[in-house]
């Protein structure tokens, strides 16, 4: 019996590190392979989002105000997450850009609840590789994910074991 793997939609996670950088890597390397549209999600704080959201308000009010046209990329999700990828790779995995607060259970929740939302084939993210201690006190989201996640995960741990290559 033979299994045919398909992907529509993949989820990357990111939190702005190397080791997000790499999961964002395989995300649009397995875009490209399956033909599958990418997510890029980042989790914020509330009261940390709250800041950055009425911080790009007021500079899309002034640029009103001075007769500017609005900038081109005008949410906040769009202007941290739209640096992730070149142009090409947004337009070859019609990259989505989501920007999510996280309530008092943390960013796994958000996460999870988005691959629920967007009924998500796969997630890919990156993985710390912390040290006992540090999953014992804090916690880890990726492993979180993986046990509540709707589809598969592929974790990413960065540097190790790179298998995407630059073009």
Known sequence: MSVIVVLHRI???TD???????????GVALARAFHAQLFLLHVEARHDLEVM??????????LREEGHAAP?????????????????EQRETRAEYVL?????GGPYIEIVRYAKERNIDLIVMGTH?????????MGNVAEKV??????????VR???HEFVLPE
């Open 11 to 13: 989820l990357v996670p």
């Open 16 to 26: 702005f590190s190397e080791t997000s950088a790499a999961a964002v890597n395989y």
């Open 53 to 62: 959201v009425e911080g790009e308000l007021v500079v899309e009010k002034q």
């Open 72 to 88: 081109a990329h005008q949410n906040a999700a769009r202007e941290l997450l739209g640096k992730l990828l070149t142009e090409d």
């Open 100 to 104: 999510r607060a996280s309530g008092a």
């Open 129 to 137: 590789g912390r040290g006992f201690m540090a999953h014992m006190l």
């Open 146 to 155: 993986v046990r509540k996640s709707p589809c598969p995960v592929l974790t």
């Open 158 to 160: 960065h540097p190790e």
